[in-house]
């Protein structure tokens, strides 16, 4: 089976991202881990290492999914979780098929937060033109029976020779600060 392109770089991405991250975030009470691949697969081992009951609850209730990277953050006191997705291509320009795979990613699993990360490339004109245009894509409120539930969305690029991030100026996850504080608002 032929490797897509992006995948090389999934790792190094995580690991960037996870580094940058803890650095925002500094507090011994927030617990975070990534996988690659399989969300629920993924949960379980997850929940497993924490022990957590919240975390093996969504792992039996989640869709099989194969995510190129999330996360998974807690406050360990309250046991609230954060789901981050990060969509990873590896092409000249993201598009609109592009942000709507992610899209629909984070409404199946119903992560709070979302990334779509292009590997040394940039935003379609296309893409930042709707998503300047129609800012509620990026920040999408939605009911599921009675709870309200906000997904955020956010276009970064990753420099795979600095092994840094740039940012996009479309959506509410305008850097990893930005990032940082809403884990910290979605877990308490």
């Known amino acids: 089976m032929?490797?897509?392109?992006?995948?090389?770089?999934?790792?190094?991405i995580a690991a960037s991202l996870e580094s940058l991250l803890r650095s925002e975030l500094r507090n011994n009470d927030i617990e975070m881990e990534w996988r690659i691949g399989?969300?629920?697969?993924?949960?379980?081992?997850?929940?497993?290492?924490?022990?957590?009951k919240e975390v093996r609850i969504l792992a039996e209730k989640c869709s099989e999914?194969?995510?190129?990277?999330?996360?998974?953050?807690?406050?360990?006191?309250?046991?609230?979780?954060?789901l981050l997705i990060l969509e990873v291509k590896a092409v000249g320009a993201v598009g609109l098929s592009d942000f709507s795979q992610l899209v629909g990613y984070m409404m199946v699993s119903g992560a709070q937060l979302?990334?779509?990360?292009?590997?040394?490339?940039?935003?379609?004109?296309r893409l930042?033109?709707?998503?300047?245009?129609?800012?509620?894509?990026t920040n999408i409120v939605r009911l599921v029976g009675d709870k309200r539930i906000?997904?955020?969305?956010?276009?970064?690029?990753?420099?795979?020779?600095?092994?840094?991030f740039r940012y996009s100026s479309r959506g509410p996850i305008l850097n990893v600060p930005k990032?940082?504080?809403?884990?910290k608002e979605i877990i308490g």
């Open 2 to 12: 032929r490797m897509r392109s992006e995948t090389r770089y999934y790792e190094s």
């Open 128 to 137: 930042g033109d709707v998503l300047g245009d129609y800012l509620e894509l």
């Open 38 to 52: 399989e969300f629920s697969k993924g949960l379980r081992e997850i929940s497993k290492k924490w022990g957590s």
């Open 65 to 82: 999914l194969n995510l190129d990277i999330f996360f998974v953050a807690r406050k360990k006191p309250n046991n609230n979780i954060c």
């Open 179 to 183: 990032l940082a504080e809403m884990i």
């Open 114 to 125: 979302g990334l779509l990360v292009n590997v040394d490339g940039r935003m379609s004109s």
């Open 150 to 164: 906000e997904h955020k969305i956010g276009v970064f690029y990753f420099d795979t020779a600095t092994r840094r």
